[in-house]
């Protein structure tokens, strides 16, 4: 299965992280550095699923989840939220605001695949 994924993540160490493990996957990586630029590289691709940050500037995981969810076009793309945050509020409402699924950092690259594959299933 090969799936086109946008990464959002304010941390270029992070992109080129997840750049590598989705590559090795034999997937496609596009890559934000945070909501706003996320929403601009969006324009442009058909992204199978979209893996994003939720702390970053410029616009947040939240802020970028609902403009994502709030175009017609957009709105069936399952959303994988990658953080070092895992409080259980914190959860509720990236699903409340749209997101599909929740993944905490470090992430293990093997998962991060197989979780991928799932939700874009």
Do not use: C, Y
């Not at 496609?28 to 706003?36: I, M, N, P, S, Y």
């Not at 929740?102 to 695949?113: M, R, S, T």
């Amino acid at each position: 299965m090969s799936l086109e994924v946008l990464a959002v993540d304010d941390s270029r160490t992070m992109r080129d992280m997840l750049n590598l493990a989705l590559s090795s996957a034999g997937f496609t990586a596009h890559l934000a550095e945070d909501g706003v630029h996320g929403l601009e590289v969006l324009e442009d691709i058909e992204p199978d699923v979209i893996i994003t940050d939720i702390n970053m500037p410029r616009m947040d995981g939240f802020g970028f989840i609902d403009a994502v969810r709030s175009e017609e076009k957009w709105s069936r793309i399952p959303i994988l939220v990658l953080t070092t945050e895992s409080a259980d509020e914190l959860k509720a409402k990236a699903r409340a605001a749209g997101a599909t699924g929740w993944i905490v950092k470090p992430f293990d690259p093997a998962k991060l695949v197989k979780a991928l594959q799932m939700v874009a299933g």
